[in-house]
């Protein structure tokens, strides 16, 4: 059973969730209204948050569940959750100014490489 990793799962679902409300609260906030994707940088800069997240759930969630399976529930709860925190901080970061994402998203963008690789590695050690 994958328990840990499902975890690690739905907490990531629930990051997200999170990143949508906070682009809503921010709307309110700046006066942005619905449709605009720009117009306060307070704004611009929550709903890139959101959006880099979404673009990042398609490559963290396959290698986070590929790396369970073929190597181990734990260790991809493990990096899984070091995701979890880079994207926490690279939502700290941004949300105060532009400049301050990178250390963020290199440690998701680490986690994420090494579910991959691992998963990869892993697979062809199992074919060969």
């Given at each position: 059973m994958y328990h840990l990793t499902a975890l690690v799962t739905l907490l990531a679902i629930l990051f997200y969730f999170f990143t949508a409300?906070?682009?809503?609260?921010?709307?309110t906030?700046?006066?942005?209204?619905v449709p605009?994707?720009?117009g306060h940088p307070?704004?611009?800069?929550a709903f890139r948050?959101?959006?880099?997240?979404?673009?990042?759930?398609?490559?963290?969630?396959p290698a986070l569940w590929l790396f369970a399976v073929y190597v181990?529930?734990?260790i991809a709860a493990g990096i899984g959750t070091v995701?979890?925190?880079?994207?926490?901080?690279?939502?700290?970061?941004?949300?105060k100014a532009t400049a301050k994402r990178g250390p963020g998203f290199a440690i998701q963008g680490i986690a994420?490489?090494?579910?991959?690789a691992g998963a990869l590695g892993a697979l062809v050690l199992r074919l060969v």
């Open positions: 409300m906070n682009v809503s609260r921010s709307r906030r700046t006066g942005v209204k605009a994707m720009t307070d704004f611009e800069r948050i959101q959006m880099n997240t979404l673009e990042w759930m398609p490559i963290f969630l181990g529930d734990a995701w979890i925190i880079g994207r926490i901080v690279y939502f700290i970061g941004y949300s994420a490489i090494a579910l991959w």
